[in-house]
T-cell receptor, first 116, second 114 residues
């Protein structure tokens, strides 16, 4: 069965600090996709990134970067120079095509609080 | 704005009642997904439709049902509501292409059962 673990329930940082959100996954699939979503206080789920299992290149987008390591089944997310607007719950998710569909298995989320 | 719309935004109802949540996918997307987010269960997949046909089923209760119409909008029907059904219900859609396609989520419908 698919499983996504986000062991950090809540992280608090001061603005401008760097912060890394951890994500560990379990799957028996050889091809799979990993995602990060952001849920700000307003409640919507905002897509951040998708990574496929064959692409282990790290990705950087502005202050965001992602480190995918297949050997440790991890897909960690780093925010550099955090800002108050980064305060949100961040979810890591794994695609699951068991049964012919395409569902996402989500982790329990990490609440990030960035304070002045 | 993801392009996925959901109505209503908020819904307050009583136990035993029935409600219908509506979702319109992004233009061109054929798949629609429903997820439930609750404090005790987290984000859970309920059901997926692809071009009008049920494609995958998750932890969806028998009291819940869904369908996707020819214009591709989808409805999630929740009946015999219980207090524990109070949650945020998300709809998502994705382009044809299977698992490699990103699911884009709507703003959600917040259901409160009193």
């Amino acid at each position: 069965a698919q499983k996504v673990t986000q062991a950090q329930t809540e992280i608090s940082v001061v603005e401008k600090e760097d912060v890394t959100l951890d994500c560990v996954y379990e799957t028996r699939d050889t091809t799979y996709y990993l995602f990060w979503y952001k849920q700000p206080p307003s409640g919507e789920l905002v897509f951040l990134i998708r990574r496929n299992s064959f692409d282990e290149q790290n990705e950087i987008s502005g202050r965001y970067s992602w480190n995918f390591q297949k050997s440790t089944s991890s897909f960690n997310f780093t925010i550099t120079a955090s800002q108050v607007v980064d305060s949100a719950v961040y979810f890591c998710a794994l695609s699951d095509i068991t049964g012919g569909g395409n569902k996402l298995t989500f982790g329990t989320g990490t609440q990030l609080k960035v304070e002045l | 704005d993801s392009g996925v719309t959901q109505t209503p935004k908020h819904l307050i109802t009583a136990t035993g009642q029935r409600v219908t949540l509506r979702c319109s996918p992004r233009s061109g997307d054929l798949s629609v997904y429903w997820y439930q987010q609750s404090l005790d269960q987290g984000l859970q997949f309920l059901i997926q439709y692809y071009n009008g046909e049920e494609r995958a089923k998750g932890n969806i209760l028998e009291r819940f049902s869904a369908q996707q119409f020819p214009d591709l909008h989808s409805e999630l029907n929740l009946s015999s509501l219980e207090l524990g059904d109070s949650a945020l219900y998300f709809c998502a859609s994705s382009a044809p292409g299977g698992e490699r396609e990103t699911q884009y989520f709507g703003p959600g419908t917040r259901l409160l059962v009193l």
